[in-house]
C-alpha cells in the first residue's frame, strides 16, 4: 500500500530532551516536507528537500533541523525542544522534484513538550 | 497580510444545500493552486487542483481568478459526508513551497 508513516504518532516530553520524528514513504516521491499545525495558524512549512541530500528550509525552521540521506526517510529533529513547539506535525510527499503535485500526508505526530 | 487567507467560518449548511468558499493569495507569481480537505485530527487529503478554465469534479467545482488572485470551491447538493475542514493551498512562484490557507470549517446538517 502506497503511504507515507510517522513514528510516533503521540509524544510527551520535557524541554530540552532531544527527540528525532521518523518520516518514510514508499512511493519513491522526490519531494518531502514538514508541517506543523496550530489552531488558527494552518499548515505551516518547517523544512522541505527536493531531492537526496536536497534540503531547505520552509517558513518556521527555527529549533527543528532535517536530513534527506536517503530518498524514502526525511526525519524531522528537535535538539532541544521547548514548549511553544507543542503541536501536531505532519510531513508529506510528492511525485516530483516540486510542490506543484498532490501532496501525500502522512497520519500525523502530536507533540507536547511540557 | 497573510499569504492565503480564507474565511474561518464555520459554515453550517442542511444537508442539499449549496456552499461556496472563497480564498485569497497575495503572491502573484504563484503557480499551483489547490483545494485540501482535512477531517478533524486526521492528515488533509487532496480534493482538487485549481486551473484557470475552472474545473469540476462531481459536485464540485473549483474556479481561480488570477486578476484578483482568488481562488473558490463550490459544492452543490452537500452531504452530510462533506462536514470537513476544506484548505486553500497554493505554490509559492519557484513552486519549492506550499503556502496553507488557515482553513473553512463545514458542517453539514441533516
Known amino acids: 500500500e502506497a503511504q507515507v508513516t510517522q513514528n510516533p504518532r503521540y509524544l510527551i516530553t520535557v524541554t530540552g530532551k532531544k527527540l528525532t520524528v521518523t518520516c518514510s514513504q514508499n512511493m519513491n516521491h522526490e519531494y518531502m516536507s514538514w508541517y506543523r499545525q496550530d489552531p488558527g495558524l494552518g499548515l505551516r512549512q518547517i523544512y522541505y528537500s527536493m531531492n537526496v541530500e536536497v534540503t531547505d528550509k520552509g517558513d518556521v525552521p527555527e529549533g527543528y533541523k532535517v536530513s534527506r540521506k536517503e530518498k524514502r526517510n526525511f526525519p524531522l529533529i528537535l535538539e532541544s525542544p521547548s514548549p511553544n513547539q507543542t503541536s501536531l506535525y505532519f510531513c508529506?510527499?510528492?511525485?516530483?522534484?516540486?510542490?506543484?503535485?498532490?501532496?501525500?500526508f502522512g497520519p500525523g505526530t502530536r507533540l507536547t513538550v511540557t | 497580510r497573510k499569504e492565503v487567507e480564507q474565511d474561518p467560518g464555520p459554515f453550517n449548511v442542511p444537508e442539499g444545500a449549496t456552499v461556496a468558499f472563497n480564498c485569497t493569495y497575495s503572491?502573484?507569481?504563484?503557480?499551483?493552486f489547490f483545494w485540501y480537505r482535512q477531517d478533524c485530527r486526521k492528515e488533509p487529503k487532496l480534493l482538487m487542483s485549481v486551473y484557470s478554465s475552472g474545473n469540476e469534479d462531481g459536485r464540485f467545482t473549483a474556479q481561480l481568478n488570477r486578476a484578483s488572485q482568488y481562488i473558490s470551491l463550490l459544492i452543490r447538493d452537500s452531504k452530510l459526508s462533506d462536514s470537513a475542514t476544506y484548505l486553500c493551498v497554493v505554490t509559492s512562484g519557484s513552486a519549492r513551497q506550499l503556502t496553507f490557507g488557515s482553513g473553512t470549517q463545514l458542517t453539514v446538517l441533516p
Open positions: 508529506a510527499s510528492s511525485k516530483t522534484g516540486t510542490a506543484s503535485y498532490e501532496q501525500y
Open positions: 503572491n502573484s507569481a504563484s503557480q499551483s
